[in-house]
């Protein structure tokens, strides 16, 4: 299994963006689908971005679709989630996480190695 | 959007007890469903992909089975660090989507 770290958490205002990073230190996840997932603390998880291994393909939950952007670099072996104008309802601990396939033409399979995640806070 | 349900959304049960944990999804969804633990504080770990193969390093006290829109994880004797929060996901159609959660507790 992949080791993944991700950063680029905190506290910020409504309104305001961030930019959340996944790497994995000693490792490569570039024939690897790609995804974000998330979960309010003491909630259950809400899956809300993927990639495919080349990045050509994008899909969204509609609830950060037009907000949030996936987005992957396999040269420096990282993924990013910029989130824009976030409201206080996208506060959770952010996970990254690989697929074993390359997410070709939507065709995903499971999640198999995450991140410890990143908690980000909206809040004014 | 497929509606994944989960029950029960707890249980209590004692160490060497056999546990199940239903999904159903809200359409048929073939094989692609799969089951994760979470413990507090904690990344989710994959146990069990495409309903029934276990995935690598996962102990064989845990199963899956089920197909189309009725799916069950089962554990045949629980373990101490079997007490974690446990989850079904399909990967049928995005969005894709999660259950609610299944806590299991110690009785």
């Known amino acids: 299994q992949m080791q993944l770290v991700e950063s680029g958490g905190g506290v910020v205002q409504p309104g305001r963006s961030l930019r959340l990073s996944c790497t994995a230190p000693?490792?490569?996840?570039?024939?690897?689908?790609m995804y974000w997932v998330r979960q309010v603390p003491g909630k259950g998880l809400e899956w809300v971005a993927v990639?495919?291994?080349?990045?050509?393909?994008?899909d969204y939950a509609d609830s950060v679709r037009g907000r949030f952007t996936i987005s992957r670099d396999n040269a420096k072996n990282a993924l990013y989630l910029q989130m824009n104008s976030l409201r206080t309802e996208d506060t959770a601990v952010y996970y990254c996480?690989?697929?074993?396939?390359?997410?070709?033409?939507?065709?995903?399979?499971?999640?198999?190695?995450w991140g410890q995640g990143t908690l980000v806070t909206v809040s004014s | 959007d497929i509606q994944m349900t989960q029950s029960p959304s707890s249980l209590s049960a004692s160490v060497g007890d056999r546990v199940t944990i239903t999904c159903r999804a809200s359409?048929?969804?073939?094989?692609?469903l799969n089951w994760y633990h979470q413990k507090p504080g904690k990344a989710p770990n994959l146990l069990i992909y495409?309903?029934?193969s276990l995935h690598s390093g996962v102990p064989s006290r845990f199963s899956g089975s089920g197909s189309g829109t009725d799916f069950t994880l089962t554990i045949s004797s629980l373990q101490p660090e079997d007490f974690a929060t446990y989850y079904c996901?399909?990967?049928?159609?995005?969005?894709?989507?999660f259950g609610q959660g299944t806590k299991v507790e110690i009785k």
């Open positions: 996480a690989t697929d074993v396939s390359k997410g070709e033409d939507g065709d995903y399979n499971w999640l198999e190695s």
């Open positions: 000693g490792d490569t996840f570039s024939n690897y689908a």
């Open positions: 495409a309903a029934s």
């Open positions: 996901q399909q990967s049928y159609s995005t969005p894709l989507t």
């Open positions: 359409q048929s969804i073939s094989t692609y």
């Open positions: 990639t495919s291994y080349d990045g050509s393909s994008r």
